[in-house]
């Protein structure tokens, strides 16, 4: 009897005390803000694509950054400069679209959006709408791409699945 007592006692007193510990993570400032920022960046790279902006990219994407490319491949940071540097792929247009951020923590978001693009990828036309998520984490201050996904798709609104 006494040790069933105990026992209860300690899981009172357990689940009391993670019951009420409050999440220590809190979203600095005005999330909405953030979000419009957050944007806003993803915008700018969209239009750095565009102008072939090797040095905006550089500072965008994370050195150990991953890219799943619309058709399944996977490529590194230093591929996608590469193949940027060579002249083999280039943008004409991007035109995002339909933004959803949520963020996971202070320090992490992810971005999904469309994605309109003409131009060519290794020689090939690769135009086509595309849905795009973006993994960002905040480094030394500032917004890093961590993993981006890109997948090819129909003229679907993401605001139909909502």
């Known amino acids: 009897m006494k040790r069933t007592f105990c026992f209860l006692l300690l ?10 510990q409050k999440s220590t993570t809190k ?3 005005d999330t909405e803000k953030m979000k419009a920022a957050l944007i806003q960046l993803d915008k ?3 239009a750095a694509t565009v ?32 193949e940027m540097e060579s002249g083999t ?3 004409t247009t991007n035109q995002p679209s ?3 951020v949520r963020f996971y923590g202070p320090d992490m978001a ?3 959006h469309n994605m309109t693009t003409t131009g060519v990828e290794k020689g090939k036309d690769a135009s086509g709408e595309f849905r795009r998520m973006h993994v960002l ?18 003229p679907v609104s993401m605001a139909t699945k909502q």
């Open 11 to 20: 899981a009172f007193c357990c689940t009391t005390a993670v019951a009420q």
């Open 27 to 29: 979203m600095p400032g």
């Open 44 to 46: 700018d790279w969209a």
């Open 51 to 82: 102008r072939n902006d090797l040095d905006f990219v550089k500072k965008l994407v994370a050195d150990d950054c991953l890219f799943t490319e619309a058709d399944g491949t996977i490529a590194t940071k230093t591929e996608v400069i590469r």
């Open 89 to 91: 792929s280039s943008t």
């Open 98 to 100: 339909e933004y959803n």
């Open 110 to 112: 992810v971005i999904r």
């Open 137 to 154: 984490t905040r480094r030394e201050g500032r917004w890093v791409v961590v993993d981006s996904q890109s997948i090819r798709v129909g």
